[in-house]
């Protein structure tokens, strides 16, 4: 099993900042992505970014050129950093952990609790 604890969200004006982060532990094997999700209210989960173990990251064209990424690999921890922030942005943002035995297996997804951002105009 793996548990996913994240910290981060809030309140926060149009225009501001946030960092979110998404720390992993239990059974985390070498080949995993983590990634970032967000539900606004009335709307399907979407995924806002994602990274994987190599590096490779994902951005949602809604966040592209606002919102930074990274990890950090020997402490099994995702950062979202998200800059500029605007009311549509304003969700439950929501870790997940997406990983594999071996290149080609079957992916294992695990999730936080969620963590809500607000953005007021």
């Known amino acids: 099993q793996v548990q996913l604890v994240e910290s981060g969200g809030g309140l926060v004006q149009a225009g501001g900042s946030l960092r979110l982060s998404c720390s992993a532990s239990?059974?985390?094997?070498?080949?995993?992505?983590m990634g970032w999700y967000r539900q606004a209210p009335g709307k399907q989960r979407e995924l806002v970014a994602s990274?994987?173990?190599?590096?490779?990251?994902y951005y949602a064209d809604s966040v592209k050129g606002r919102s930074t990424i990274s990890r950090d690999n020997a402490k099994n921890t995702v950062y979202l950093q998200m800059n500029n922030l605007k009311p549509e942005d304003t969700g439950v943002y929501s870790c997940?952990?997406?990983?594999?035995?071996?290149?080609?297996?079957?992916?294992?997804?695990?999730w936080g609790q969620g963590t809500q951002v607000t953005v007021s105009s």
């Open positions: 239990g059974s985390i094997f070498s080949i995993y992505t």
């Open positions: 997940n952990l997406g990983q594999r035995r071996y290149y080609g297996g079957p992916r294992y997804d695990y």
């Open positions: 990274i994987t173990t190599g590096g490779i990251t």
